[in-house]
């Protein structure tokens, strides 16, 4: 429809708390650090938080293994804590989404600690059981099926007190939750409305997609071709889902005036529909990530270890997919980063001293002109790039050393090669603490980071870019406000121009209701050479809305230069 929500006007910006800022020289970011920043994310212009995982964690998975769904990590701080920052975070306008992590909990959960005792304790249906298949000669238990987990080989796990294995699609350390168990649902929907109760504006939910699993477990058939990392897809879009978060839905979301978005691996466009529809009563947007294997390695064994650049007519056909599916019938959540992935700059763009600021610039205009809700991640406002550690010992992510220990231990990839991986593709690329200043440290910490710093923190920095008018950090505030003084920019209809041309990304937005005597046109040159192309202009007065030069040649794009012409026609008498 012509006419948009509320929900659907915001910018959002995601923490990654451990990274963000420390504010008592311990090395590990913290609520109190955040509560800090508000003035400088106000000053960015965003809307909304989305905080990752802020609970009781032992940090297996660096807090995406939850121990109590009530209470804060204490590392980050105490709920006092908490309270403060949503305070203060309202007081300056701003909404704040939390991170909910309910296919899965910490296996140090009291649910879990009292599950794993007897078959008969009243918390063993809140995971997921199931006997050995059978026993190896020398008596080892044989897993019910060959799926592998995204952090471990296997993804079940033998637990010898009641002899039966748990099924954990992460890691050892984060049993699924069994959501076929009304009770458990019930818990979940409790915990969700302790925290909208609170006050906060919404969720971010972790792999909603897998909380359904088939009944059957049948074997995963890429992992017995040989040809898998993990099998995560054998647990997506399961029977139950759309009832389960329909349900939820029903008993809280509808509720509340919430903002929700779902992260959801393995969905196409029809499937996205299903979840996202305007009236399908599930989920407000979803995080798709097919244009996140862009970039995968054509040898499926590696999955998404490589280092090769993405094609942009791929990266288009993609996204523009998205686009046009899910058009007056659903609403995209836009993003090229987040704490899972490599940064956007290094990857999509140019991180090389001359071309790093242009290229971040034109992604974010790419981005935010698109029609959905743009996500900006932690320092992808400062044009933060990815990082080279030569110790392997230096990376602290799970994933990271789960897929060294399986493809360079085997044997599949040599440990050269796949150092080179892990700074293309790995997630600790993201989780390097932002960059506040070029004094020690980066200003980050007063103490050890818990994660070494990317070296460029000289150069690149927030108090460089506050400085500097043409930073990065100005084009994305200028991004924001011009998002919210053109309403052509949430409802106008997409449609992507020269798809099979190699180096531009180029698209029109075209009016509807509010907007309808408006059209954008958005350039981008994804290239380092000066290219020219011209493109039939749209009826109206011609103004160029935004650029990343000072000023325009016409149909002469220079390298990675990215501009936005506003059209208006005149009322009709
Ligand atoms: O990620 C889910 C997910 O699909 C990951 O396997 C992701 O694809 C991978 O990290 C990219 O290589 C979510 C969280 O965002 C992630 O941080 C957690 O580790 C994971 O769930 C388990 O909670
Ligand atoms: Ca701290």
Redesign the pocket.
């Known amino acids: 429809t012509a006419e948009t929500q509320w929900w659907q006007e915001p910018v959002v910006y995601q923490i990654y708390p451990r990274s963000f800022n420390d504010s008592n020289g311990d090395g590990i970011g913290d609520l109190p650090g955040i509560t800090e920043k508000i003035p400088y994310l106000a000053k960015l212009g965003v809307d909304v938080i989305w905080l990752?995982p802020i609970y009781k964690s032992p940090n297996d998975?660096?807090g995406?293994?939850i121990s109590d769904y009530r209470d804060i990590m204490h590392e980050f701080g105490t709920m006092e804590d908490f309270d403060t920052l949503l305070e203060t975070a309202h007081g300056a306008g701003i909404k704040i989404m939390m991170d909910l992590?309910v296919?899965?909990s910490s296996d140090e959960h009291e649910w879990f600690q009292q599950a794993k005792t007897s078959r008969d304790n009243k918390y063993r249906d809140y995971y997921i059981w199931k006997d050995a298949a059978g026993f190896t000669e020398d008596g080892s238990p044989i897993p019910p099926n060959n799926w592998v987990a995204?952090?471990s080989p296997s993804a079940w796990e033998w637990e010898p007190i009641t002899e039966q294995f748990y099924l954990h699609?992460?890691s050892v350390k984060?049993p699924d939750l069994n959501w076929e168990n009304p009770v458990l649902r019930e818990e979940v929907y409790e915990l969700m409305r302790f925290w909208l109760d609170k006050g906060v504006d919404g969720f971010r939910m972790?792999?909603i997609n897998l909380i359904s699993k088939d009944p059957a477990y049948p074997d995963d058939p890429a992992v017995a071709a040989g040809a898998k990392t993990?099998s995560?897809g054998m647990a997506a879009n399961g029977p139950r889902v759309h009832e389960f978060l329909h349900e939820m839905h029903e008993q809280v979301l509808a509720h509340y005036p919430v903002i929700t978005v779902g992260?959801t691996?393995h969905v196409t466009t029809a499937d996205g529909l299903l979840y996202t529809g305007f009236d399908r009563g599930e989920l407000q947007t979803l995080f798709q990530?097919e244009h996140?294997g862009v970039d995968a390695n054509p040898d499926a064994k590696l999955g998404?270890w490589n280092d090769t650049r993405f094609k942009l007519v791929d990266l288009k056909r993609i996204l523009s997919k998205w686009q046009d599916d899910l058009s007056g019938k659903a609403w995209n959540a836009l993003y090229w980063n987040?704490?899972?992935?490599p940064r956007a700059v290094s990857r999509f763009g140019n991180d090389a001293p001359e071309h790093r600021v242009r290229s971040a610039k034109m992604l974010g205009t790419v981005l935010h002109f698109m029609q959905g809700t743009p996500y900006i991640y932690q320092g992808e406002e400062l044009g933060m790039t990815n990082v080279f550690f030569d110790d392997i010992k230096d990376y602290n992510d799970?994933?990271i050393h789960d897929s060294y220990a399986k493809l360079v231990s085997s044997g599949t990839v040599s440990h050269e090669d796949m150092l080179r991986y892990i700074s293309a593709?790995g997630?600790d690329n993201a989780r390097t603490p932002v960059q506040w200043s070029a004094e020690k440290n980066a200003g980050f910490t007063a103490g050890e980071p818990w994660l070494k710093l990317n070296p460029r923190y000289t150069e690149i920095n927030a108090e460089e870019a506050l400085a500097d008018e043409d930073s990065v950090f100005y084009h994305y505030q200028e991004l924001i406000k011009l998002r919210h003084a053109n309403p052509v920019m949430i409802n106008g209809t997409y449609r992507l121009l020269d798809a099979e041309d190699e180096q531009v990304y180029a698209y029109l937005r075209e009016g509807n209701g509010s907007s309808a005597d408006q059209t954008l046109l958005v350039i981008a040159n994804f290239t380092d050479q000066q290219i020219e192309r011209s493109y039939v202009q749209p009826d109206g007065e011609q103004t160029l809305l935004t650029s990343n030069y000072t000023d325009d040649e016409g149909e002469t794009l220079r390298p990675y230069e990215a501009k936005v012409y506003l059209y208006t026609q005149k009322e009709e008498n």
């Open positions: 990752s998975d660096n995406y293994d992590v296919n899965h995204a952090f699609l992460f984060q972790d792999v993990d995560l992260e691996p990530f996140m998404k987040n704490h899972d992935q799970i994933e593709s997630r």
